[in-house]
Every structure is written in structure tokens, then in C-alpha cells.
């Protein structure tokens, strides 16, 4: 067995990573988590998918809580605002569209719809959009027996908060914390594994296996062990971003906002106290000063901090593990955050790695298993995020234009010629969006099917209307009914400062 296990870095990733190995292997696994708070964590990161929501179940931390402890909201989705076209906007839910009619998907009911001109928005149908429309909130699990989803929900939250909150946990379950800057890596000649650290002070950190949580410098994955980063930077070209905190709005909005710019797109996070924003965008279309200047100019109210610029690379890792070295988080490699999916990565990284635990053999069929399966979440996620990029009309910048002709991955344009003859789409195997996220994308991008499915076409005009003005004004019903987003965090899970 494993006795001892080195985590290096102490962002959301290392915390994380520590957290929950911990809790799962409990004392009989020794972990020291090395960070320094000299170089500091990468302090972005605060909106989220439903994933989340495992965290607080495999830490034992009651949602309400987490949420109190990390000034935490919910979000129910993303708005795109200026992305298919300029002027348009479409929401992607957590939570799923209509309800299935018989054999047939919603979206091919409301594709009915639209060739008898008779559609609605297409979110019109979505218990999460209207719910978000309206700026509500409740976790309301099922609409009884109508066969329409509930609510599909994530966080937004304060990142220096979830890694003191990580950080906390992972304390009182054991887990040493040294403070210092790792200098040296020292790897054994034998058999390739880094066997120990040296910090500047010239203490040593040994262990049997090697978390690297370095951020972008991939301290160990990379600079030690040597392993590439692929580029997918002529897909996903937006290499930097510049962030800025500014005072909340009068209303708690729970989904997050990414309005397109000319060369990227702009964030905004809504948290109890404060807005997150942020823009990320291509420095080779616009400058750093121009970029903080289209940011400042979007802001709800008044800026808070300073901006902050950061700067990255979009690929992954050629391996994720080798020899004794996980990498996790940001050392793993970056997709930009448009989709939220870094933290989450991070999570799924981990629990794979407990899946897969090694013993001090490390098995090289495990090694292969694990990267196999991380390799395919970064690469259908990668496709995901290209289509918001590539679908679109705008022809109103190079940078537009430039992501409207790229070429793009051949498992991307399967799923979009599949998806434009009569709206087909299948999810394969365990990516991680759904049918339900794509039909919204496609959709909210102005890809629509040239034609509905067969049986869709039987769909009287009378029948169509009776089915979907039913899902209309049970909705609207409902969401009546509802608390706002605002009521609902002030009744259950109000910011509370914990020293
Ligand atoms: C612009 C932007 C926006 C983002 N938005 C989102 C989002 O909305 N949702 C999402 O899921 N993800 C988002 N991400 C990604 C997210 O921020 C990261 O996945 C997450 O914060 C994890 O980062 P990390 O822990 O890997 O790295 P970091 O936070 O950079 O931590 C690195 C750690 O390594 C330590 N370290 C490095 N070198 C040394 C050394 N030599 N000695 C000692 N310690 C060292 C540092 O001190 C630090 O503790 C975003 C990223 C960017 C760039």
C-alpha cells in the first residue's frame, strides 16, 4: 500500500484533491499538501456545473452551508448574449427541455412547430430557463407526474473562500500543509519517479505518489517529467483574460452571463456580495488596454479591485499520469471557462484517481485506463466549447470570421451534419453534456435541422398547440409560485463569515 501522498499546490485543485482523498482514505494514507502563498492561487474560477453538488455530498457538507460559507448562489445556466448574431440571446440550461411525446424527443415537437409557424422560443419549455427569466430560485426536484424535468442547478462562488473552506476540511482530516516554494524536484533514476522536493528553506517533501496542483507551470507533469502540452489554441484562440470584481446589482440574477465582445466574450458571476467579471479574449485581435477598457466599460456598478490580466495556453497534456505524477487542475491542461468545466475536471480527475488508486506497483494497465478515459473528457468537452465559437453568424470581426472558417475536429462535424438533417444527436458513451445541452447550443447558435423526424409530421397544428400551450402555462404557473433567487438565499443560506 501507499503510505504517503505529496499534493503540490494549494489552489482549488490541490485543496480539492486533498479534501477529498482524505475523507476516502482516511489515516492510513499520510498527505502533505505543499503550496506557497508567495506565488498565490490563480483566484479565478467561480461559477460552476451540477457536478458540484457531489462535493458536498462526498464531504458531508449540507448545500445550505457550503453555499453560507462561500458566499455562494445558484446558477441554472448560462446566457449567451451576441453569439449566434449580434442581438441575439439564448439561454443554456441545467435542466432539460419540454417533455418527451411518446418515441419522440421535445425538440423534434417544437421543430414541428416551427415548420407550421407556430414556434415559441425554444426556452419557453425549460422549467430552469423560466425559472432563470425570472430571477427565482427553489431546488424543486420533480413537477409531479407531468413528465417535465426539475430543476437542474449549480453554484456560483467566492474562490478564496472554496479553497479556505477546502483547505479547513482537509485540516481537520489530517492533511499537513507545508508553506514554502518548491525549488527542486528530485526524481529516482531507477524507475522515473519523483521522489521528493526541495523547498527554497532546504527542507525535503517525500512521498510515494505526486499530485501535481502547480497551476499552468505544470511544475512536475511538465518541467520535471517532460510531458507535452498539445495546443488546441487554432480551435479554442482565446490565450488571456482580465478580471475584475465590481458591486452587485440591484437584482441576484442565478445564471451566469457570457456576452460575446469583439474578440472573445465577457463573463459575469453573480455572487451574494459582489459581481465576478472577467474578459477573455484573443490578444492577437485586441490589445490588453483595450480589453480592460471593454471590460470596465460593461460593468454593472462600480469596479472593487483593481484588473487583474492572466494569460494561458488552451490544450491539454499528453499523459495526465506518468510514473508516480497526477496532474489536476490547471497543470492538466485548460479549455477556457466558458463552459465552466475546469473544476469540475478537477473533481473528476480525483475520483477517477480513487477509482484507480494505485499500489506502490502502479500498474501500467491503470495508468493507460486513466488516461484513456481523461483524454476523452477533455476531448468532447473541447468539442462542445468549439461549437459556441464556430456557429456563428456575425462576419462583424477577423476574430468572428476567423472562428466561423476554422476547421474543427471530425467527431465535432459528425455531431453537427447528424444534428442538421433531421435534429439527431447522440451522446457518447460518458461525456459529460448531454443531449439536452447540445439541442440548446445548436439551437441558440441558429443551427436548426432541416427537417423534424418523421413522426413528428403527423403532429396536427391543433395538437401541437394543445401539447405545448399545456407545458406553457403549467410552467408559468409554477414558476408564479416561486420564491425569488434573492428570498431564497436570504431564507436559507445567507453569507456567514467564519473566522
Ligand atoms: C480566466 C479564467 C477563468 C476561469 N473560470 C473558471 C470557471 O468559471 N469555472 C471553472 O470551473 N474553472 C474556471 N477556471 C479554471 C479554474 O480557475 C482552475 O481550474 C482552478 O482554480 C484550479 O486551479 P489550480 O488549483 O490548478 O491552480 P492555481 O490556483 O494556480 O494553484 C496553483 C498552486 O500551486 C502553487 N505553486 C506553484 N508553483 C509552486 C512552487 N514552485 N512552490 C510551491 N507552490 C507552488 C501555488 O502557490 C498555488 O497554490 C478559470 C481559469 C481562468 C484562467
Given amino acids: 500500500m501507499i503510505e504517503k501522498a505529496v499534493v503540490v499546490g494549494g489552489g482549488t485543485a490541490g485543496w480539492m484533491a486533498a479534501a477529498l482523498l482524505s475523507r476516502i482514505a482516511g489515516p492510513r494514507l499520510r498527505i502533505e499538501l505543499v503550496e506557497s502563498e508567495r506565488i498565490g492561487i490563480i483566484g479565478v474560477g467561480e461559477a460552476t456545473i451540477p457536478q458540484i453538488r457531489y462535493i458536498c455530498d462526498a464531504l458531508g457538507i449540507p448545500e445550505h452551508e457550503f453555499l453560507a460559507r462561500v458566499n455562494g448562489s445558484y446558477k441554472l445556466g448560462i446566457e449567451f448574449v451576441n453569439w449566434g448574431r449580434n442581438g441575439d440571446s439564448y439561454i443554456h440550461t441545467f435542466g432539460d427541455t419540454g417533455r418527451r411525446l411518446g418515441i419522440l424527443d421535445f425538440h423534434q415537437v417544437w421543430l414541428r412547430s416551427r415548420e407550421l409557424n407556430l414556434d415559441k422560443e425554444f426556452a419557453r419549455y425549460s422549467f430552469n430557463a423560466r425559472v432563470a427569466g425570472a430571477n427565482k430560485f427553489s431546488p424543486i426536484e420533480k413537477l409531479g407526474n407531468t413528465g417535465i424535468y426539475g ?17 479547513e476540511v482537509a485540516e481537520k482530516q489530517g492533511v499537513v500543509r507545508t508553506e514554502g516554494i518548491i525549488e527542486n524536484v528530485a526524481v529516482n533514476p531507477d524507475n522515473g519517479h519523483v521522489s521528493s522536493l526541495t523547498l527554497q528553506d532546504g527542507r525535503q517533501v517525500s512521498g510515494e505518489i505526486f499530485l501535481d496542483c502547480s497551476g499552468f507551470r505544470g511544475l512536475l507533469i511538465g518541467e520535471t517529467l517532460g510531458v507535452e502540452h498539445e495546443d488546441w489554441s487554432h480551435w479554442l484562440p482565446a490565450d488571456s483574460a482580465v478580471a475584475v470584481q465590481c458591486e452587485n446589482a440591484a437584482e441576484l440574477a442565478p445564471y451566469t452571463r457570457a456576452t460575446a465582445l469583439s474578440a472573445g466574450w465577457q463573463w459575469r458571476i453573480p455572487l451574494q456580495h459582489r459581481i465576478g467579471n472577467g474578459h477573455v479574449y484573443c490578444s492577437d485581435y485586441v490589445s490588453d488596454q483595450d480589453a480592460a477598457d471593454m471590460l470596465l466599460a460593461n460593468l454593472d456598478a462600480a ?16 499523459s495526465f499520469w ?167 438565499i436570504e431564507k436559507n443560506c445567507r453569507y456567514r463569515h467564519e473566522t
Avoid at 151 to 167: K, N, P, Q, S, T
Avoid at 303 to 318: C, D, H, N, S, V
Fill in 303 to 318: 469596479p472593487t479591485t483593481e484588473p487583474r490580466q492572466l494569460r494561458f495556453r488552451t490544450g491539454k497534456r499528453a
Fill in 151 to 167: 430543476i437542474g442547478y449549480a453554484f456560483h462562488f467566492d474562490a478564496a473562500l472554496v479553497a479556505r473552506l477546502l483547505r
Fill in 322 to 488: 506518468k510514473k508516480n505524477c497526477i496532474a489536476l487542475g490547471l497543470s492538466s491542461g485548460f479549455m477556457e471557462p466558458l463552459e465552466s468545466t475546469s473544476i469540475h475536471l478537477v473533481q473528476a480527475g480525483v475520483s477517477r484517481l480513487i477509482d484507480l488508486f494505485p499500489t506502490r506497483e502502479f500498474t501500467r494497465r491503470d495508468i493507460d485506463e486513466y488516461n484513456a478515459r481523461t483524454h476523452f473528457d477533455y476531448d468532447t468537452i473541447r468539442d462542445f466549447l468549439i461549437l459556441h465559437y464556430h456557429a456563428n453568424q456575425r462576419d462583424d470581426t477577423e476574430f468572428w470570421r476567423y472562428c466561423a472558417n476554422m476547421s474543427i475536429p471530425d467527431s465535432l462535424k459528425d455531431k453537427i451534419e447528424l444534428w442538421q438533417g433531421h435534429g439527431r444527436f447522440y451522446r457518447n458513451d460518458l461525456e459529460l453534456f448531454t443531449s439536452a445541452s447540445w439541442v440548446q447550443v445548436f439551437l441558440g447558435q441558429n443551427i436548426v435541422p432541416r427537417d423534424c423526424h418523421g413522426i413528428a409530421k403527423v403532429l396536427t397544428p391543433q395538437q401541437i398547440e394543445d401539447y405545448m400551450g399545456n407545458i406553457d402555462d403549467y410552467l408559468t404557473k409554477v414558476v408564479a409560485k416561486m420564491p425569488t433567487h434573492a428570498e431564497y
